[in-house]
């Protein structure tokens, strides 16, 4: 059962140490769990941690859902990466408020590269135990991705679709060849996950011991060009492309390049992918986001005519309705004992809500956007006293504007309204910018909901207005976002001190951290 908590949305790329090669890595984890247990604050929940191909930005486009990013392997500990070599390496990545995946990685690989050589040279025997005791217990995943990894980089990164018919139809003859010729390839990058799941298992020991939860982010489905479409194809319809029907902000709706689930096929193997995954999930987090849950009852997709309107799949609700509690009841299983929070956001029908409360599946209460009536005459914010004790409660997420940027933007009148429905009207000006002192108010009227989880993006903490992503937009301005300052600079700050002890005291006085 979830703890009555609060929590720090923060991806795992945005840390800063000074141990960093220009991306936030996996022990940088030790300093933030330290970090938010200052503020009061006992979970950290991270945005999927999967592997993109080198030019993907986005960690919802993943080159494979199973497989942790290498770039965030911690190489400061590894064994034959030496002093010189990282100091060369952080004086080619740097660490600087914003750094391009695109330069950290070839850094960041080169120096897992020497620290798998130096294990084929020299490891002890219990190390390499350990290697060939991961590499079976993670055969169901590892196999297809490690093979498939060295399959691009052998066609330059070319899309599977285009590689010689018989590996992109994965004819047995074929995979046995390439796995002989590329056998050192698929051990190295085996290994990089053998390195990531060291790291991570130490983390998550550090955050238990600390009584820190860690959540994760698992994302709507792998990209067209991943391992597991790869070694699935049965399961996926290319013709249609998976995306968001239109709406307010996006009048022709979002394509977002994901292939269509076939989900008959799925619900015949038992959502097999989906358990795996879930499985792997569970293994990795306390809790666990399902992205996008409404395409689990119903998938938006598109064809390939451009003027075509999308559709659903399945096509009448009853048959949505259970699709998709079938898929939740795998996940609730599968990723057991992780707790599971659906992310219920966007065009949601009222059924989808009404199951995943009889799942018990708490979901997401967004505070701007909570709204009695919406659009009609006696429109107004929902008090966040109102919130169910079945759910999160939060000021944004990675895709939202900040709340300073919220305030910033609004006219009065909204912020009139907000700030009657926190009844905060005789403390808290609607005029004027969000200052340190309204926010507080702000905070403490969503902390003391009844919500058992209130998980903020670490920007509507501090004030902070950089963003980590815009929606519909495509630059290196998304997923780039860091920290102002390393965490250990921070620790250091006298208004960030100042600022994590006046945030202890809200976790304190709403019963969401014991002191």
């Known amino acids: 059962m979830l703890p009555r908590a609060a929590g720090v949305l923060i991806p795992l ?3 800063r140490t000074r141990h960093d090669l220009g991306r936030g890595e996996i022990l940088d984890l030790a300093p933030m769990i330290d970090f938010a247990q200052q503020m009061g604050h006992r979970v950290i929940q991270l945005l999927p941690l999967d592997e993109s ?33 990282l100091r060369r390496a952080r004086a080619k990545a740097g660490n600087a408020r914003s750094v391009a995946r695109s330069r950290a990685r070839p850094v960041k690989l080169a120096l897992l590269e020497r620290a798998w050589r130096a294990f084929v040279a020299g490891a002890r025997a219990e190390s390499r135990s350990e290697f060939e005791r991961f590499i079976g217990a993670n055969c169901g995943w590892l196999d297809n991705y490690a093979l498939f990894r060295a399959l691009k980089e052998r066609f330059n990164w070319a899309h599977w679709e285009s590689w010689p018919r018989e590996l992109a139809h994965r004819e047995p003859g074929a995979l046995a060849s390439a796995r002989g010729e590329l056998g050192e390839a698929i051990r190295m990058y085996s290994f990089w996950q053998f390195l990531a799941h060291r790291q991570w298992t130490a983390m ?73 995954r879930a499985r792997r999930a569970g293994d990795l987090y306390d809790i666990v986001r399902v992205d996008h849950v409404v395409g689990l009852y119903r998938t938006f997709s598109f064809g390939a005519d451009p003027d075509a309107p999308g559709a659903y799949t399945p096509e009448n609700q009853a048959d949505q309705r259970g699709q998709g509690e079938a898929i939740m009841r795998a996940v609730i299983e599968a990723a057991h004992p992780a707790e599971i929070v659906a992310e219920d956001l966007g065009t949601v029908p009222p059924w989808v809500r009404e199951s995943l409360a009889a799942l018990r599946v708490p979901g997401y209460k967004v505070m701007q956007w909570e709204r009695h009536d919406w659009g009609g005459p006696n429109e107004r914010f929902l008090s966040p006293a109102e919130y169910p004790a079945q759910s999160l409660a939060t000021t944004g997420t990675h895709d939202t504007e900040t709340l300073a940027g919220w305030w910033r933007d609004q006219p009065e009148t909204e912020r009139t309204k907000l700030v009657g429905a926190l009844s905060l009207a005789d403390r808290v000006s609607p005029r004027g910018p969000l200052d340190e002192a309204a926010l ?76």
Do not use: C
């Not at 709406?247 to 096929?265: H, I, S, T, V, Y």
């Not at 108010?441 to 009844?450: G, K, M, N, T």
């Not at 290196?476 to 920290?483: D, H």
């Open 440 to 515: 507080d108010q702000i905070l403490y009227a969503l902390y003391a909901s009844p919500s058992m989880l209130v998980i903020l993006p670490i920007q509507d903490l501090f004030l902070w207005s950089a963003r980590i992503n815009r929606p519909g937009t495509v630059g290196g301005f998304n997923w780039t976002y860091r920290l102002p300052l390393t965490i250990e600079r921070l620790s250091r700050n006298p208004w960030i001190k100042s600022r994590l002890a006046k945030l202890r005291s809200i976790a304190v006085r709403t019963g969401r951290f014991a002191m």
């Open 204 to 276: 998550r020991t550090y955050a238990a011991e600390r009584g820190v939860l860690l959540g994760g982010d698992m994302a709507f489905s792998p990209a067209h060009d991943s391992a597991e479409v790869w070694a699935n194809q049965e399961l996926f319809e290319f013709a249609r492309t998976v995306g968001a029907p239109p709406d307010g902000f996006n009048p022709r709706g979002q394509r977002w390049g994901l292939p269509l689930p076939r989900w008959d096929a799925m619900r015949a193997g038992g959502f097999g992918l989906w358990r795996a």
């Open 53 to 85: 191909a080198p030019e993907e930005l986005s960690p919802y486009s993943a080159m494979s859902v199973f497989a942790i990013d290498p770039l965030y392997v911690s190489a400061h500990t590894l064994d034959g990466v030496g002093r010189v070599s």
């Open 13 to 15: 790329f945005s840390l």
